[in-house]
T-cell receptor, first 116, second 108 residues
Framework: EAGVTQFPSHSVIEKGQTVTLRCDPI?????LYWYRRVMGKEIKFLLH??????QDESGMPNNRFLAERTGGTYSTLKVQPAELEDSGVYFC?????WGQGHYEQYFGPGTRLTVT | AQRVTQPEKLLSVFKGAPVELKCNYS??????LFWYVQYSRQRLQLLLR??SRESIKGFTADLNKGETSFHLKKPFAQEEDSAMYYC??????????FGGGTRLMVKP
């Protein structure tokens, strides 16, 4: 079974540019999460999809960040325009059905974003 | 608000020595706690969760609600245990809150 995949593994862009990160969850997983770790800080929650719907986007830092999950499969996270403080590692995770109990979140390898 | 604190950024021990990675939390509800591990060049993976009360790779962790702690322990550290360890709390909305992480270095 393929794990959670993320693309690209590393992105270097200039301040003001746009970057789109992609996450492919494990097949059949309804839940998809985005987290990020900026330099020297904790891994922080950004948002949670259940299928194609945003269940919780309380962690999104501002309106420069836009996440989508059309069709309830893969997800994209767009940063437009990127700022220096957006640099960090963006993780995606997925877990099984939403409902009774909590299921293990499986993490992708992360995308390292560097804004110069 | 929920919070997870790992007071040690780095813990260095010799092979065979006992290991304890500290984790304290604050949460108004009934906590569900996890330890995640990230080995060099690998992705973050679940090590253990408090509800299963199991031992994985020799590691155990006991939830102490009185002290709001979930410390990770291993009686005899191995070199292959060297990694970043993250304590995390899962809230009712399935959101994980992570501590800052502790880098464990096991020296030969």
């Amino acid at each position: 079974e393929a794990g959670v995949t993320q693309f690209p593994s590393h992105s270097v862009i200039e301040k003001g540019q746009t970057v789109t990160l992609r996450c492919d969850p494990i097949s059949g997983h309804d839940n998809l999460y985005w987290y990020r770790r900026v330099m020297g800080k904790e891994i922080k929650f950004l948002l949670h999809f259940v299928k194609e719907s945003k269940q919780d986007e309380s962690g999104m830092p501002n309106n420069r960040f836009l996440a989508e999950r059309t069709g309830g499969t893969y997800s994209t996270l767009k940063v437009q325009p990127a700022e220096l403080e957006d640099s960090g590692v963006y993780f995606c995770a997925s877990s099984q059905r939403w409902g009774q109990g909590h299921y293990e979140q499986y993490f992708g390898p992360g995308t390292r974003l560097t804004v110069t | 608000a929920q919070r997870v604190t790992q007071p040690e950024k780095l813990l260095s021990v010799f092979k065979g020595a006992p290991v304890e990675l500290k984790c304290n939390y604050s949460y108004s509800g009934s906590p569900e706690l996890f330890w995640y591990v990230q080995y060099s060049r690998q992705r973050l993976q679940l090590l253990l969760r408090h509800i299963s009360r199991e031992s994985i790779k020799g590691f155990t962790a006991d939830l102490n609600k009185g002290e709001t702690s979930f410390h990770l322990k291993k009686p005899f550290a191995q070199e292959e245990d060297s990694a970043m360890y993250y304590c995390a709390l899962l809230n009712a909305g399935n959101m994980l809150t992570f501590g800052g992480g502790t880098r464990l270095m096991v020296k030969p």
